[in-house]
C-alpha cells in the first residue's frame, strides 16, 4: 500500500513525514532489511548468535583420534593438539601407552607425548612404568626422559633408584642418566653417588658430562 501525499498538504504534515526515521531499506540482494537486523534475517527472527564452543572429547573418542595421529609419521601432534582434547588426553594416552595389544611403537609415542600434559594421573603413570621391571625397556626409557623433562628436580630419585635397580638394562641405565642430564645442577650431587656405583663407559659418560662447569 503505498502513502498518496496531496500537494494540498500543509507544509507541517509534509515535514513531520519525511523526518520520520526509514522503516526498511534495501539489503544486499534485494531482500528488504528491516533497521538493527543482519543482512537476511526474516522479519520478526530472531538475530543470528554465534555457534557455541565445541565440546570436549570423552577419554574414548579421544583415544580414537590420537591412536589415528599416531598412524602415521609424517603428522607429529603438537601441544597444541593435546590441548583440544581438554582433560581426556591423558586418560586416552595412559590407555594407550598400557594397552599391550598396541604396537610397542604406538605405546612409546603415547608416553613421548605426555611430555605436552601437567596432570599427576599422567606423571603417576610415568613413574610407575618406569619402576615397573615387568614394563618393556623402550617403555621404561621413554618414561625416563618424559619424568625429567615434565617433573625436573622431582623425578631425581626415581631415575636414580631406577638406574641402579637395572643391572641388566644398558639402555635403560642410560635413559636415567639422560634424564639426569636434562635435570642440571639440581641432580650433581646424585651423579656424582651414582659415578661411584656405576661401569659402564657410556652412562659414566652421561652422568660426568659437563657437570662441574654447568653445561648442559
Known amino acids: 500500500m503505498k502513502l498518496r501525499i496531496s500537494t ?7 515535514s513531520a513525514l519525511l523526518a520520520l526515521p526509514a522503516l526498511a531499506q534495501v539489503a544486499p540482494g534485494g531482500g ?7 543482512p537476511g534475517t526474516a522479519p520478526g527472527a530472531a538475530p543470528p548468535t554465534a555457534a557455541p564452543p565445541a ?4 577419554a574414548a573418542t579421544a583415544r580414537q583420534t590420537i591412536r589415528r595421529w599416531f598412524d602415521g609419521f ?12 581438554g582433560p581426556a588426553a591423558a586418560p586416552a594416552l595412559i590407555a594407550l601407552a598400557d594397552d599391550t595389544t598396541e604396537h610397542p611403537v604406538v605405546r612409546a609415542r603415547a608416553l613421548s607425548s605426555m611430555v605436552y600434559l601437567d596432570d599427576p594421573t599422567s606423571a603417576a ?11 618393556p625397556s623402550l617403555l621404561r626409557r621413554k618414561a625416563a626422559l618424559v619424568l625429567a623433562e615434565r617433573e625436573g628436580p622431582a623425578a631425581i630419585d626415581r ?10 638394562d644398558l639402555p635403560l641405565r642410560e635413559a636415567c642418566a639422560r634424564g639426569l642430564r636434562t635435570i642440571g645442577a639440581p641432580a650433581i650431587a646424585t651423579r656424582d653417588a651414582l659415578l661411584r656405583v656405576e661401569t659402564a663407559p657410556t652412562v659414566r659418560g652421561l652422568l660426568g658430562a ?7
Open 8 to 14: 494540498a498538504a500543509p507544509a507541517a504534515l509534509l
Open 32 to 38: 528488504v532489511q528491516l533497521p538493527g537486523t543482519a
Open 55 to 58: 565440546a570436549a572429547p570423552d
Open 74 to 85: 609424517e603428522f607429529v601432534p603438537r601441544a597444541e593438539h593435546f590441548a583440544r582434547l
Open 125 to 135: 603413570a610415568l613413574a610407575r612404568l618406569l619402576e615397573s621391571p615387568d614394563a
Open 159 to 168: 631415575l636414580a633408584t631406577a638406574l641402579v635397580n637395572a643391572p641388566d
Open 210 to 216: 659437563d657437570k662441574r662447569i654447568g653445561l648442559e
